[in-house]
C-alpha cells in the first residue's frame, strides 16, 4: 500500500515513519470509523473532537477547562514505573499544548489479582510511578480507581488522566498555519529510549518472550516542571502560534501532524536536533520517544524572543525547521536528505470497518437464573464484612495517601469521594471531576455495559450536585482482528453513544488502546470514562459520607427492593462469593437521567446534606461506605421481612440508577416534591457511635490475604477491623431492625 501511494519503495526513514504514524496507537484505523457515533459538541464545547491534543470546554467567566484521559498499558506492562510515570508525563504535555496550566490528575488502574508475585510487582511500581511523577510536578493527584482481576494478569491497564485551567482567548493549537514559521524543538535531549515506545508497543499484543524494556520511555519530572512553566511564559508573550507536544512517534509525529492541521508542509533539520547520545541515526532520532520534549511554532521575527525565555528557565530551545507552502514533509540532517513524504499520506492510515461477531461463549455467558444461586451459609453481617475487605471493594486510602492531592489548594474535596470537587480561584464556581469503568458489565454485554460507565460517572459528578457537562474517554481491548473482540468494541461504543445522547453529554477528547493481550488472553473490554461537572457555588456541593447525626437517610431511584437477576449480574458479590461472572447488567436511562436531576437540584436547594452512588457491593456497601469518612454509625428502622427470601440481591445487587441521600427530617418533604416519580426508598436513621480507627480496610473473618497485600504494596502496615462477637458497648456500623437481618455489627481496633 505505500509503495502504490509513494509510487517507488520507501527508504529505511519514510519506512519507519509510515510505521510509526500508521500504527494502531497514532492511526486509529480500527476504531476511527466506530468513534463518530459519539456525540462531540455542545454550546459549551469549544474544541473539535480530534482536531487538537485535549477537548476544552466553556465554564463561563471567560475561563475554559481542558482534559483528556490515555492510555500508557502496553509501556507499564515492560516496565512499571517509567511507563506509568510517563504517561502521567504525557498527558500532562497534551493539556499544555491547548496553552491550559494542568490543575489535576486522575487515574484508572486495573492489574490482576495481588496473589501472584508478578501483579504486585506491577502495582507497586505502577503506584510509585504515579506518585513520583505527579508529586514532582506539584499537580494534585484528585481521584481514581483500581480494580483486579485476572484478565489483567500480566496486562495492567494504566490510564492517565489530566485536567487544565485556561482563559478561552487564550487556548492555544497545534496547528502550523504560517508559511515561513519557524519550529522550536524545547526540552530535553533526544536519546535513543523509547523508540517505537508508545506507538509500537500499543499497536500489538505480548504473544512472546523478547526483551522490550528499550522501548519504554524513561521520565524527568523536575525538567517537566520548568518545562510546563517556561511554555506557559512563552505563550504570555504573544509570540507562539503553534505548540505541540511531542509523545508518541516521537518528532515525526509532532511535526507531521501540525503540519497537517495547518494545511502545511515542513522543512526540518534534523542535525539541529540536540541529542542525548551520539552516532543517533536519522531514523532513532525521527522516531525517539524521548520524554519532555514540546514543538514550538513562531514567527521569525519572534525567534529570539521566545529564546530569551527558555534560556531564562534553562531549558533547552533549538530551531529545527520552517513551515513551507507545498503539502511535503523534507527531512534533511545538514544537506543530506533523509527523507521526503507527502503529509497526506502519512496522516491517512487506513481504515478498517469489520463485521464483529458475538460469540457463543458470550451468549451462553448472560444466562443467570436466580432460583440456581444460593444464598450464602454466612450470615448478612459476616458476608458483609467478606464485601468490605474484597480488593474490589476495600478502601484505597493506602494507595491515594502516597499521592498529593493538595497541592495548588483547589482540592475541596478529594480522594475517597464519588467525584473530587476543585474550586476555580476567583469566581464562586467549582469543577467535579471523576473517572470510571466496569469490565465485567461490557465483558457481559458490551452494549449495556457501555451505557452504564457512562451513566455512572455522570452520576457521580451528579451525587456532589454538579452538572455534568462532558466526558472522555480511554478504550481498552483485546485484539480487534478478532470478530468477538471488535464485536465488544463496537457494541461498547454504541452503548455509550446511546448513553451520551440521553443524558446530554459529548465526548470531547479521549483515546483508544488495543490489542491489550497477553498469551491469547484479551483483557476485559474496558472502556474508562473520565467526566466533568460543573457547580456554579462551591459551597452548595454534596459530600458522599454522612456529615452528622439525626439525619434521615432515603435510597433515591427505586420504588422497592425486590430481586432481579440483573441486580447480581456482573456484581462484586457474584464473583466474591460465588465465583461466577454471568448474568446480563440492565439499565433504564431514562430513570437515569430523572435520578441526576433530583439529586443535582435537592443539592442546590440545600435539601440534601450527602449523596453517594450506590455501586460496587450494593445498597449494604454504600451505607458502610457513608459511615467511614466521618466516623458515624447507621441504624435502618424498616422492615425487611419481604427481602428475607434473597437478601443478596436486596442488600448486595448492583442495580443501577440509585443514590444513598441524607437530609434533615424537617426536608423530607422538599426532596418528595422534586421527586418526579424517581422513586425514593426509606433507608433508615444513623445514630451515634463514632469508629474508632481512621478509613481503611475492614477486615473480616479468617484468612484475606489479598485484601492485606493491597495495603502492604502500596508501603503501609494493614490495619482493619475485626468483629467482636461478644462486645457490651459496640460501635454501630449497621442495623436493620424489625427483621434483626443484621444484628448490630460491632468493630474494634485489630492489633
Known amino acids: 500500500m505505500i509503495v502504490e501511494r509513494l509510487d517507488r519503495e520507501p527508504n529505511p526513514v519514510e519506512l519507519g515513519m509510515f510505521g510509526a504514524l500508521w500504527s494502531e496507537h497514532c492511526g486509529y484505523k480500527h476504531s476511527r470509523p466506530l468513534l463518530r457515533f459519539f456525540p462531540s459538541s455542545s454550546p459549551r464545547v469549544l474544541s473539535q473532537s480530534g482536531a487538537e491534543n485535549a477537548g476544552a470546554v466553556d465554564i463561563g467567566d471567560g475561563l475554559a477547562v481542558v482534559f483528556k484521559v490515555e492510555s500508557h498499558n502496553h509501556p507499564s506492562a515492560v516496565e512499571p514505573l517509567q511507563g506509568a510515570a510517563t504517561g502521567v508525563g504525557g498527558i500532562v504535555r497534551d ?30 511500581r ?18 481514581g480507581e483500581i480494580y483486579f482481576d485476572e484478565s489483567y494478569s500480566h496486562n495492567p491497564l494504566v490510564n492517565a488522566m489530566c485536567v487544565g485551567l485556561v482563559a478561552t482567548d487564550k487556548l492555544a493549537s497545534a496547528a502550523a498555519g504560517r508559511v515561513g514559521s519557524v519550529l522550536l524543538l524545547v526540552g530535553a535531549e533526544t536519546g535513543r529510549d523509547g523508540i517505537h515506545g508508545a506507538s509500537g508497543l500499543a499497536s500489538r499484543t505480548f504473544e512472546e518472550e523478547q526483551e522490550l524494556r528499550p522501548t519504554v520511555q524513561v521520565g524527568n519530572p523536575f ?8 511554555c506557559l511564559e512563552a505563550l504570555e508573550t504573544g509570540c507562539v502560534s503553534g505548540l505541540q507536544d511531542l509523545g508518541a512517534a516521537g518528532l515525526t509525529s509532532a511535526a507531521i501532524e501540525s503540519a497537517y492541521r495547518g494545511g502545511r508542509g515542513l522543512i526540518l533539520d534534523i542535525s539541529q536536533v540536540h541529542r542525548r547520545e551520539p552516532g543517533m541515526s536519522g531514523y532513532e532520532v525521527m522516531l525517539s520517544e524521548s ?29 529545527i525547521g520552517q513551515v513551507i507552502q507545498e503539502p511535503r514533509a523534507h527531512v534533511l540532517e545538514g544537506d543530506r536528505p533523509v527523507a521526503q513524504l507527502p503529509i497526506k499520506h502519512l496522516t491517512e492510515a487506513p481504515r478498517y470497518r469489520l463485521n464483529g461477531q458475538q460469540s457463543l461463549e458470550q451468549r451462553d455467558r448472560q444466562r443467570l437464573v436466580l432460583d440456581e444461586i444460593p444464598l450464602p451459609r454466612s450470615s448478612v453481617a459476616d458476608t458483609l464484612l467478606r464485601m468490605l475487605a474484597a480488593p474490589n471493594v476495600a478502601s484505597r486510602r493506602s494507595v491515594y495517601r502516597r499521592y498529593d492531592h493538595q497541592v495548588q489548594t483547589n482540592t475541596v474535596a478529594g480522594p475517597g469521594s464519588d467525584a473530587a470537587v476543585l474550586r476555580i480561584k476567583g469566581t464562586g464556581k467549582a469543577i467535579a471531576l471523576s473517572i470510571d469503568g466496569n469490565g465485567r458489565f461490557c465483558y457481559l454485554d458490551p452494549y449495556r455495559g457501555g451505557q452504564i460507565v457512562v451513566a455512572e460517572v455522570c452520576r457521580n459528578l451528579s451525587s456532589t450536585g454538579a452538572e455534568p457537562l ?136 440545600g435539601i440534601v446534606a450527602s449523596a453517594h452512588d450506590c455501586s460496587d457491593g450494593g445498597l449494604a456497601v454504600a451505607l458502610a ?14 422492615s425487611l421481612s419481604r427481602l428475607m427470601a434473597r437478601w443478596d440481591c436486596s442488600l448486595f445487587g448492583e442495580r443501577q ?95
Open 126 to 143: 505502577v503506584v510509585e510511578g504515579i506518585s513520583w511523577y505527579g508529586n514532582c510536578i506539584g499537580v494534585p493527584d484528585v481521584a
Open 291 to 319: 520524554q519532555e520534549r514540546m514543538l514550538l511554532v513562531t514567527a521569525p521575527e519572534h525567534v529570539e524572543r521566545v529564546q530569551q525565555v527558555f534560556r531564562k528557565w534553562d531549558v533547552p530551545c533549538r530551531e
Open 470 to 605: 462532558a466526558l472522555t474517554d480511554c478504550l481498552n481491548f483485546g485484539n480487534p482482528e478478532r470478530p468477538e473482540i471488535y464485536y465488544q468494541l463496537e457494541w461498547s461504543i454504541r452503548g455509550m453513544a446511546r448513553a451520551c445522547r440521553v443524558l446530554g453529554v459529548p465526548v470531547v477528547s479521549g483515546n483508544v488502546s488495543l490489542y491489550n493481550e497477553s498469551q491469547g488472553q484479551a483483557i476485559y473490554p474496558t472502556p474508562v470514562v473520565g467526566g466533568l461537572g460543573l457547580l456554579e457555588d462551591v459551597t452548595r456541593h454534596a459530600k458522599s459520607s454522612f456529615p452528622e447525626e439525626g439525619l434521615d437517610v432515603y435510597l433515591v431511584g427505586q420504588r422497592n427492593l425486590r430481586p432481579r437477576a440483573s441486580d447480581l449480574a456482573g456484581s462484586e458479590f457474584l464473583q466474591a462469593i460465588h465465583g461466577l461472572v454471568a448474568g446480563r447488567p440492565a439499565i433504564n436511562l431514562a430513570l437515569e437521567r430523572r435520578v441526576q436531576a433530583l439529586c443535582r437540584k435537592a443539592i442546590a436547594q
Open 625 to 638: 461506605e457513608c459511615t467511614f469518612a466521618e466516623g458515624i454509625g447507621f441504624r435502618g428502622v424498616g
Open 657 to 751: 440508577s440509585r443514590i444513598v441521600v441524607s437530609l434533615c427530617p424537617e426536608s423530607v418533604s422538599g426532596i418528595a416534591a422534586n421527586g418526579n416519580g424517581t422513586g425514593r426508598s426509606f433507608a433508615g436513621a444513623w445514630q451515634d457511635g463514632r469508629l474508632p480507627v481512621p478509613p481503611g480496610i475492614i477486615r473480616g473473618p479468617g484468612s484475606l490475604r489479598n485484601c492485606r497485600c493491597l495495603e502492604r504494596c502500596a508501603g503501609t502496615g494493614a490495619r482493619g477491623l475485626r468483629k467482636q462477637p461478644g462486645e457490651t458497648n459496640p460501635t454501630t456500623l449497621l442495623e436493620f431492625r424489625g427483621d434483626h437481618v443484621v444484628a448490630p455489627l460491632s468493630f474494634e481496633n485489630a492489633a
Open 223 to 230: 525538567l517537566e516542571k520548568v518545562l510546563i512553566e517556561s
Open 95 to 124: 493539556i499544555l499544548a491547548m496553552g491550559a496550566r494542568p490543575i489535576a490528575l486522575l487515574n484508572s488502574l486495573r492489574f490482576g489479582p495481588l496473589d501472584s508475585p508478578h501483579n504486585r510487582h506491577l502495582f507497586r
